[in-house]
């Protein structure tokens, strides 16, 4: 599998599918743990910004465990799908089960070779 770019909000569920992802066997680096920014073909995790707040409350510390930063994290979650798309992303629905969300970033990927 080429390199390949997961890409969305804070909460929007980069960190489950990459571990998802390496749970099936596929290499998979997180964008903010692994300090990536090379922008390649990628999916951009799209979700609404009630799945977003619901995420971040549910994190028991880390980014957007204050209201000051909630806040940044709705901001630019308001133009984060316009952004990757932008960019050339292609949207991939992050509300569904992580096991779903997987198989669509997976079926992404494979389009993109």
């Known amino acids: 599998m080429p390199l390949f770019y997961v890409a969305g909000a804070s909460g929007s569920g980069k960190s489950t ?9 596929h290499p998979s680096y997180d964008v903010d743990a692994d300090r990536l920014g090379v922008w390649l073909d990628g999916a951009g995790l799209s979700v609404d910004a009630d799945t977003v707040r619901r995420r971040i409350a549910q994190r028991p510390e880390g980014f957007g465990s204050s209201e000051e930063e909630l806040r ?3 901001h630019w979650h308001a133009t984060v799908d316009a952004d990757n798309a932008r ?14 969300v997987a198989d669509e970033v997976l ?5 993109h070779r």
């Open 87 to 100: 960019f050339g992303a292609t949207l991939v629905d992050a509300s569904r089960p992580v096991t779903t």
């Open 107 to 111: 079926k992404v990927a494979e389009e």
């Open 17 to 25: 599918v990459c571990a998802e992802l390496v749970r099936r066997g």
């Open 72 to 74: 940044r994290i709705l």
